[in-house]
């Protein structure tokens, strides 16, 4: 039900035009979330600051935003006190020296007495958060366009003097990640031979556009490359959550090929083509030869079936044993 009514908020706030409000604040910092710090960052605020929150270019491992507000102890147990506000699409840029802003309400509510306050709002509609004891959903999803978010506290409830003045709150704003990792796949042939030439297969799966990046559950997945006239590659690959995986196809070719092991002197024939040794290594078609080794007026022939992805060496040597009773 909870996940159904944030569903229909972030529907009526895309149709509906929402008014932006004038938000006049001291702004303590700003805060850019990234994934390669899944523990957030912290700062200390007063009673009536506000706080800058960015998304880095490419979010694309956060399924949302964590708000942890630690409550000074003086003001626990004391009522409503302090009232915190989320805005969104905050106009101009949260910084240092800027006092007034123009941005939209997503939610306010009172500081609860208690010891601290969590909050999460979901920044996709896939996420996998739910409302628990530990931490208040916020019904709404505030997708990259909706960043920079102002998180502001101000002063609500019975006056608490001087007191209030001189209390910290502490602010700790992290990102929560989706259990996935990114796989990016490469291919040497791909250049030359086009994207579509390269068959990959992800956990027995095709996969057409597999130069794009993907995302992967965490754990260990199977990629395979498949080409025409090459080897299958297999590669096992080790997916991380919040983490970048690349990985570089190293094609074989699965032409057979031969090589020779013969002394000198000796003269190779396969099918009746005389064979240059001086080559080293020949490529062969996926056919049936007939070997032909001269030494002198000595010949040996042989037949042998070449089979793809197979490598043959042929070795010829003479031998000479003298033995004695």
């Avoid at 998304?55 to 009522?79: K, S």
């Avoid at 004891?133 to 609500?156: C, D, E, G, H, R």
């Avoid at 092991?261 to 000796?266: E, I, R």
């Amino acid at each position: 039900m909870n996940r159904l009514l944030a569903v229909i908020l972030t529907l009526l706030s895309c149709a509906l035009p929402l008014a932006a409000d004038a938000v006049r604040t001291n702004l303590a910092g700003v805060l850019t979330l990234s994934a390669e710090r899944p523990e957030g960052e912290t700062i200390n605020i007063h009673y009536n600051d506000a706080v800058g929150i960015m998304l880095p270019v490419d979010p694309v491992f956060f399924q949302a935003i964590e708000l942890e507000l630690r409550i000074p102890r003086a003001l626990q147990n004391q009522g409503t006190v302090v009232a915190w506000a989320l805005y969104q699409s905050v106009t101009p840029q949260p910084r240092s020296g800027q006092l007034d802003y123009l941005a939209t309400s997503i939610l306010t509510q009172p500081v609860p007495s208690r010891a601290s306050l969590i909050l999460q709002l979901p920044v996709m509609a896939r996420h996998t958060l739910r409302n628990s004891p530990y931490a208040t959903l916020i019904p709404a999803i505030a997708q990259a366009a909706s960043f920079p978010l102002l998180f502001k506290l101000s002063p609500a409830g019975k006056a608490m003097g001087s007191l209030i003045e001189s209390q910290i709150f502490q602010l700790t704003v992290r990102p929560i990640l989706t259990d996935e990792g990114q796989l990016r796949l490469s291919h040497p042939l791909a250049v030359q031979l086009g994207n579509d030439a390269v068959s990959v297969f992800i956990d027995d799966r095709p996969y057409a556009n597999w130069f794009e990046p993907h995302l992967l559950t965490r754990g260990v997945h199977t990629v395979r490359f498949s080409v025409e006239g090459y080897r299958d590659e297999v590669y096992s690959v080790v997916m991380e959550a919040g983490r970048v995986q690349t990985l570089a196809a190293n094609p074989a070719s699965d032409v057979p090929s031969i090589a020779f092991t013969v002394p000198d002197g000796a003269v190779i024939r396969l099918n009746g083509e005389l064979v240059d040794l001086g080559t080293g290594q020949l490529t062969l078609e996926a056919i049936e030869y007939t070997v032909e080794c001269t030494i002198g007026d000595y010949v040996i022939i042989r037949k042998f079936n070449a089979v793809r992805g197979r490598h043959y060496t042929l070795t010829v040597s003479v031998d000479m044993q003298i033995v004695s009773d």
